[in-house]
C-alpha cells in the first residue's frame, strides 16, 4: 500500500488519514468479497469480522441484509440495477473507510467493470477477495434453494445459471472455499488484514 504521505484528509475534514489511522491503530480500507451464490461471502465475512473486533481491528459487514432493505430496497436484480446497487455500496464501503474502518463487503458483484468502480472509489485501499468453491459446490450447498428454482426458470437472470459471473481477472486474495474450512479462510484472511493493514512502519 502507498506511503501514509501520500493522502489528504476526505473533502471537508480537518482529520486527515494519518491521525485516523494512528488513533484505530491500522488503516482503512475495504475487503470486497465476491463470488458466486453459495461460494460463503457472507458466513466468511460474518466470521472474520468477529475475529477482526477481537483483535481489537474497527470493521464492519456491509451485505444485502443491510443494504437491500435500506439504502438499496428500490433496486431489483436486473443488470443495471445490479450495477447501481454495487456502486452505492462501493461508494458506502469507500466512505466507511476514509473514517480508519476495515470494511468487508459480502456481494456477489458478478461484473467486472463494477467491481472496478469500487476499487476506484476505494483506491489503495481495496483488496478484492475472490471465493472460488465452483459451481458445482455452490449448487450442492443450496441452503435456500436458489439454484433448483433457477434450474427450473423459476428465478430469471440467477447468477451462474441464466446471468453471467465475470470472475476477477487479478485478486488480491483468491479462497477455495470448497477446499478450506472457514476457520482456515479466517485464518488466511485474518494474517492479509494485519499484513496489509497495519500502520506499524508508519506510527
Request: charged fraction near 25%; include cysteine; glycine fraction near 10%.
Amino acid at each position: 500500500m502507498s506511503d501514509v504521505s501520500e493522502y489528504s484528509p476526505p473533502i471537508g475534514h480537518l482529520v486527515d488519514l494519518p491521525e485516523r489511522w494512528r488513533k484505530s491503530g491500522h488503516r482503512g480500507g475495504v475487503m470486497w468479497f465476491t463470488g458466486l451464490s453459495g461460494s460463503g461471502k457472507s458466513t466468511l465475512a460474518l466470521a472474520l469480522e468477529k475475529q477482526l473486533f477481537e483483535d481489537g481491528f474497527h470493521t464492519f459487514v456491509l451485505d444485502g441484509d443491510n443494504l437491500r432493505h435500506g439504502l438499496n430496497s428500490d433496486l431489483g436484480f436486473s443488470p443495471e440495477d445490479r450495477g447501481e446497487n454495487i456502486r452505492r455500496v462501493g461508494e458506502v464501503a469507500a466512505l466507511f473507510a476514509s473514517t480508519g474502518l476495515i470494511v468487508l463487503t459480502a456481494f456477489i458483484s458478478p461484473y467486472r467493470t463494477d467491481r472496478d468502480l469500487a476499487r476506484a472509489a476505494a483506491g489503495d485501499g481495496f483488496q478484492e477477495v475472490y471465493l472460488d468453491p465452483g459451481l458445482d459446490v455452490c449448487e450442492r450447498r443450496d441452503p435456500k434453494g436458489l439454484y433448483r428454482k433457477a434450474r427450473a426458470g423459476e428465478i430469471p437472470e440467477f447468477t451462474g445459471i441464466s446471468a453471467p459471473y465475470e470472475s476477477p481477472t487479478a485478486p488480491e486474495i483468491v479462497v477455495d472455499t470448497g477446499a478450506v474450512t472457514v476457520e482456515e479462510s479466517v485464518k488466511l484472511l485474518r494474517d492479509h488484514v494485519a499484513r496489509i493493514f497495519s500502520v506499524g512502519e508508519t506510527a
